[in-house]
């Protein structure tokens, strides 16, 4: 429970906030790996940069254990990633904004692979859209969001949604394949 970092005590701070330090000390010595402000990233994490792949995380993000973030990925100020996400950015990337909260189990892959019958799976082609998740949105637990999807600001999606399609501002949307099921008022 990551969030819970910001409220410790002045005397759990004294040893959790170098541990914090180190932590983000050693993922920033990869060039590719930017971390802001007053952050916390579980030890457990999995955080995979290459050249051209930055990741950029930006101030009072949290993210738990078993998470798994592969570059390109932009993260503003303020997001939560709760344990067991995974985030692939493929080649176009995943830009997260300011203050959305994605909950335990959530997949989001920002890539996909050609289907056509002349090649084998293994050599097909991949190809990447991006994906953007906009400020103040909440995703449920276990939801999968594929390439290419736009979710506006304030929406929020469902528990074990499968998300195919853009999400509109301040729309509420679950199901396999996602459809709209309110609005927030």
Known sequence: MPWLY???KEKHLLWAKPWQDEIQKELMEFETVKIGENCFISSLANIFAEPGRDIVIGNNVTIGAEV??????????????NPGVFIDGGAKGVVIKKNTRIAN????????????????????TVSSKGITIG????VGANVCIVDGVIVENQAVIGMGSVVTKNIPKG??????PAKKIGERK
């Open 135 to 138: 400020s103040d949105v909440w």
């Open 6 to 8: 910001y409220s410790l």
């Open 68 to 81: 798994f973030l592969h570059g390109p990925i932009t993260i503003e100020d303020g997001v939560s990633i």
């Open 171 to 176: 729309e509420i949307f679950a199901g396999n």
């Open 105 to 124: 189990g959530t997949k989001i892959y920002a890539f996909n692979h050609g289907l056509a019958l002349s090649k084998s799976i293994k050599e097909q």
